[in-house]
């Protein structure tokens, strides 16, 4: 099972570039998530979606900007690339139901210079 | 606002033996859940255990167990017999309410070294 698909593995950007980040899923989950991890910190929500057409605002929006046209897919914009947003981003899906786990891709490495 | 702390920001054990790696969170709300886990030096996030606060019994997984104790607000994840492969970050992790809030919230992290 591919479970959740992130792309790509690795990115440099320069400051003021735009890029999306990929996310799929195939396990049928209604609900997608977006998280951001700096060095030695936990993880912090972006965005979530909790069914196709659906999204909202997480911890740390600014900057960031998603859509869910289908089930499977929740890409990540970032339109104006600031240094700020050099991360390791992580997308995750789970079903809904509150004891749940949410299943991780392998996460996006990206460095803005 | 909900809160997950992890005050070990470093955890050694040798290898077979157990560890305790630390979890406390603060939310008024009665209906959250805990969750821990773990992240290698490759990356991924792998969901290790939970723990629902209207659950009567801890929870275990295996080699895995969950030290809940409510009244002092601790979720502490209990690894027995400590194996190479268990060297790695460990995350404990917090969703607060019911109904379609599955929003998680993350501590800092334990970075577990087991050693030969």
């Known amino acids: 099972n591919a479970g959740v698909t992130q792309t790509p593995k690795f990115r440099i950007l320069k400051i003021g570039q735009s890029m999306t980040l990929q996310c799929a899923q195939d396990?049928?989950?209604?609900?997608m998530y977006w998280y951001r991890q700096d060095p030695g910190m936990g993880l912090k929500l972006i965005y979530y979606s909790v069914g196709a057409g659906i999204t909202d605002k997480g911890e740390v929006p600014n900057g960031y900007n998603v859509s869910r046209s289908t089930t499977e897919d929740f890409p990540l914009r970032l339109e104006l690339a600031a240094p700020s947003q050099t991360s390791v981003y992580f997308c995750?899906?789970?079903?809904?139901?509150?004891?749940?786990?949410?299943?991780f891709g392998d996460g996006t490495r990206l460095s803005i210079l | 606002a909900q809160k997950i702390t992890q005050t070990q920001p470093g955890m050694f054990v040798q290898e077979k033996e157990a560890v305790t790696l630390d979890c406390t969170y603060d939310?008024?709300?009665?209906?959250?859940?805990l969750f821990w886990y773990k992240q290698p030096s490759s990356g991924e996030m792998i969901f290790l255990i939970y723990?629902?606060?209207?659950?009567?019994q801890n929870a275990t997984e295996g080699r895995y167990s969950l030290n809940f104790q409510k009244a002092r607000k601790s979720a502490n994840l209990v690894i027995s017999a400590s194996q190479l492969g268990d060297s790695a970050m460990y995350f404990c992790a917090m969703r607060v309410g019911g109904g379609s809030n599955y929003k998680l919230t993350f501590g800092k992290g334990t970075l577990l070294t087991v050693n030969p």
């Open positions: 723990q629902g606060s209207y659950d009567q």
């Open positions: 995750a899906s789970s079903y809904s139901g509150s004891n749940q786990p949410q299943h």
């Open positions: 396990m049928n989950h209604n609900y």
């Open positions: 939310t008024s709300d009665p209906s959250y859940g």
